[in-house]
């Protein structure tokens, strides 16, 4: 079990959702929480909820000048959590540039500028904590989900690469990939989502995750089994599974 007190953890994308599920575990565990995303009012309607001391630091995942500016106010943390996603259902057939690049942008280019700003001081201080937000979706192809799935498969990538780089060091890396969660962005689905998670489950899993030693959760549980054991199926049963009728 880590301890939290007087930690000083960096949200980012924590407006709402999942990141703002989060924030609440963290401050009731007695961590300092810094909260993180676009909107400025929506980060200070958290913080004013939150249980414990916390502090906004608005930016955008999709400027990197804007996230070092953010990181040289908050000063040293302890850990850095990014949760910053957009999506939009979207079949290869419909493809639409300015929203597949905005999810390759926001979801994987900037978990990338986020640990760009915080993971030197970490590796020279060797010790610090990062957490990115994959995806059930990153683990195999989908249909309908073409810019959101690579986005995703490829912060997970990010994860695995900097663990292995990194597990014999003071520095913890670790992956979350959620299935569904009841968010702004799930309900511009028009299909079926099973074993779909309420905010404050699926930040649960996450800060069980962060608890413990395990580089990765993939939750539910239930659930991923169907996505990580899809990745030893051959191409004609995976895609005929995951087909779907128009």
């Given amino acids: 079990m880590r301890d939290w007190t007087g930690k000083r953890y960096w949200l980012i994308g924590a407006s709402d959702g999942l990141g703002a599920a989060l924030a609440h575990k963290l401050s ?18 958290l913080s004013d909820d939150l249980p414990g ?15 070092e500016e953010a990181k040289a106010r908050i000063g040293e943390i302890d850990g850095m959590v990014y949760l910053a996603g957009v999506y939009w259902p979207q079949k290869a057939q419909d493809w ?4 597949v690049e905005a999810m390759c942008d926001i979801n994987f280019t900037g978990a990338a500028r986020a ?15 990062i957490v990115l937000t994959g995806s059930l979706s990153g683990f195999r192809g989908l249909p309908g989900a073409t810019g959101y799935g690579a986005s995703k498969a490829g912060v997970m990538w990010l994860a695995e690469g900097m663990y292995a780089d990194l597990r014999h060091t003071g ?17 511009k ?16 899993h996450m800060f069980d995750l ?13 659930f991923s089994w169907l996505f990580r054991g899809g990745q030893f199926l051959p191409d004609w049963m995976w895609y005929g599974l995951m087909a779907r009728k128009d």
């Avoid at 639409?96 to 929203?99: L, P, S």
């Avoid at 890396?173 to 309900?187: D, H, S």
């Avoid at 689905?189 to 649960?204: T, V």
């Fill in 96 to 99: 639409n540039g300015e929203e």
């Fill in 53 to 67: 001391k916390s502090s906004v630091a608005p930016c955008d995942a999709a400027d990197r000048a804007s996230l």
């Fill in 189 to 204: 689905n028009d299909f079926d989502m099973p074993f779909l998670m309420q905010p404050e489950e699926a930040a649960q």
């Fill in 210 to 222: 962060m608890n413990g030693d395990d580089f990765k959760k993939s939750f539910p549980t239930a």
């Fill in 171 to 187: 520095v913890t890396v670790q992956v979350a990939n959620p299935g569904f969660i009841k968010t702004r962005l799930t309900e």
């Fill in 115 to 129: 640990v760009g700003t915080v993971i030197g001081e970490m590796v020279e201080r060797d010790r610090g904590h």
């Fill in 28 to 45: 009731r565990a007695g961590a300092e929480v810094i909260l993180s995303a676009r909107s400025e009012d929506k980060l200070r309607a």
